[in-house]
């Protein structure tokens, strides 16, 4: 294990980011986003008042929705188990893992995720009711 240089300031080894559970949890907000483009987005557009013949365009992503619904329901429970699952090496202290605000906003968006996955998944049985 590396020990922090003369100067007190960590290694480059103790601040490194957990990035693989980052770049999850990205890639499934964004997927949760394309998944949803197609029937929520335009849905919420109209509901907030903004409309414009560009809209209905979205709606010509609908045939890639189960698609786009499987990477990222593929990459939600790979983010998931990497948060809450996986065996976590142990940390020192004044290291990035060590602080509770990394594994925090991993798991806001891994959450925000998933929610806008169901809402994409769901839209069937409650958008009628907005209509």
């Avoid at 999850?24 to 414009?52: E, K, W």
């Avoid at 698609?67 to 998931?80: D, E, M, P």
């Avoid at 020192?92 to 991993?106: I, K, L, M, N, V």
């Amino acid at each position: 294990m590396a020990s922090a240089p003369e100067s007190g300031h960590p290694t480059i080894a103790e601040t490194a980011k957990p990035e693989r559970a980052n770049w999850i949890a990205t890639g499934a907000l964004i997927g949760a986003g394309l998944a949803s483009a197609c029937c929520v987005v335009p849905l919420l557009l109209v509901t907030l008042g903004i409309s414009g013949a560009w809209i209905a365009n979205l709606t010509a992503l609908e045939p890639y929705k189960p698609y786009v619904t499987a990477v990222t329901l593929a990459l939600l429970g790979l983010g998931f188990w990497h948060v809450y699952f996986k065996p976590k090496p142990p940390c020192e202290d004044g290291s990035y893992c060590a602080r509770p605000q990394s594994a925090r906003t991993t798991k806001a968006v891994l959450w925000l995720g998933l929610a806008i996955v169901i809402l994409a998944l769901t839209i069937d049985w409650w958008a009628p009711w907005f209509y």
